[in-house]
């Protein structure tokens, strides 16, 4: 019964050596750390990762990554806040000056029972048509054209009244 409680012990002794040992080393198993392991596997998304990192189109994405300090976005400042003042009766969910990027939250005009949401995009720094672009949409799809266009035209219009107030200055 000695024996077997030694032997017993020994084993478990072994045991709790071979756990506390294999915690040192470098964590490779055959030549491989777990990085190598979970990037060499053959799964779909591991795939596609290599393969966009592999390909040379361009996105979007790539005019923000530029090494050039020099290049730079801007967007119109009176087209911007035109585009605040005309849709004040939207609630602002996010804005982001960089891109000219506003998009709004549903909402309802003064005297109207139609709630709207809409996304303006403000993309050259020219005070012109061209430079604008807005989104509008209401719970049952998108508005029509005509409406769209007379939200643009009091955007224009707003941006060209705040241009000659700030020139009067």
Not at 16 to 35: I, K, N
Not at 44 to 51: E, K, L
């Amino acid at each position: 019964m000695l024996g077997s409680t030694m032997r017993g012990s020994g084993l478990a002794a072994g045991l709790a050596l071979l756990v506390a040992l294999s915690g040192c080393g470098d964590r490779t198993v055959f030549g491989q750390t777990r990085a190598d392991r979970i990037a060499a596997q053959e799964n779909p998304a591991t795939i596609r990762r290599a393969a966009r990192a592999n390909s040379r189109q361009s996105s979007v994405l790539d005019l923000f990554t530029t090494d050039d300090p020099n290049v730079t976005l801007e967007v119109n400042r009176y087209l911007w806040a035109a585009s605040l003042d005309v849709l004040s009766f939207l609630p602002v969910e996010s804005a982001d000056p960089f891109s000219g990027v506003i998009q709004f939250g549903y909402g309802t005009p003064p005297g109207g029972a139609r709630a709207y949401q809409a996304t303006v995009l403000v993309q050259d720094p020219a005070l012109d048509a061209r430079s604008l672009t807005v989104a509008l949409r209401t719970r049952n799809g998108t508005v029509d054209r005509e409406t769209q266009r007379a939200i643009e035209d009091a955007i224009l219009t707003r941006a060209r009244q705040l241009r000659i107030r700030d020139s009067n200055l």
